[in-house]
């Protein structure tokens, strides 16, 4: 040891001393705004943690499981985000590249010390890509809809009797932002699974975090082959976020049929890259997962060989058990294909898929929520039967080049799921 080190040690330990043991440690500071309000507003940062997640846990809660510094946090518009991810260094792959590049570029407007030619990513870099992704899917799917934050009503005394229910809260209709945890182990995520959700999960899942609560995601890069990668990663959050923003809209107060949810999730996450499909946890077993992903090419061959699911049969699924790989590719090519009917009939449909039927005092029967997705096709769509929907996907299907099927518009539980 040099001598002069020897001088520091006591005055450490006083330090330490002075701060007490219950005195939390110092939390890191974004290198990119420094914690200063003019930047922290420019790149779209609300506060650093401390903050809540949950009605009944928040960051701190989540930093006393873990070892200091395991996890970075950040909140947003809509969303908190807590990230233990790793630095990303600089991938071979030129898609990549190019994706990672324009995104630092947009980045670089807000944050100038940003370097997109420098196409490593430390740990706040990818923090502060992933709260953009979200934001953005965020904004893409309101707009969509052709609604902003203040149609929604802010709290309970703001609903009107006589006017359509809309949720409670500013965040499409829930009254907290969407927390997405992004774990770069798993003991990370489950460590927070066990201790807020009852379980150590195993997979990546979304969850309800109660009424007065958000929407919960939550995974980690070791709990899938691929999620290392850092646009494999960025799919298969956007198909997540995706799910539970649809759960979000108009307030979470019961199920709603899946082949929708993830046909919308899928074509989201195919404007990202398509080369990463996502594949939902059935209730038993393992979903079939598949690496093809030129689903483009799938979809005639089966609509040719009329190995599909009927429409009539996939729309009344509750759940993933069903689900075949086939399905998965019949889900998403028959939204891409009402998507073509463009925006103001998918808020439409939206609008009335999502209708809360007892407003949450009681559980509607599955029945009814078949019988109100009906409606719904009905009146945004104009199919008075799934059949009449089906015969004219198909049509559209053989009448696409065999190079492209895709949607008119260019990317831009309490339970648990995946």
Known sequence: MRPENLLAIPLLAAVLCAQGPDRPPERPVDPYTGGEAQRMAAAGVIRYAPFPLGQYHDTDDVDALVPPGTFLWLETEHFRIGSSLPAYGRTPDRDQQKKLRAELEALQGALPNVDPSDLTLDRWLRLHLFARRCEAVYADFRDRLGLQDDDFPQRQSEVRRGTAFLGVGPYLGKPDKYVVLLGGRAEHFQAYTQRFLGSRWEWPQRADLGVRSGLFFGTSVDLGGQLGDDTALHAHVVYNVVH??????????????????????????????PRYPNYDRPPRGEPDMRNQWQWERIVPKLVASVAVTPMAEMASWKDYGPFSFEDYVVAWSRVEFLLTRGDRAFARFVYEFKDPLTLGHSTPSWSAVLAQQQTA????????SWEQLDAEWRAWVVAQDSGSVGSARPETTRRRRR
């Open 377 to 384: 096709l009905r009146d945004a769509y104009g199919y008075t």
């Open 244 to 273: 539970n923003l649809i759960d979000g809209f108009r307030h979470f107060l019961h199920e709603t049929p899946v082949w929708f949810k993830t046909g919308l999730a899928q074509s989201y996450l195919r404007r990202i890259d």
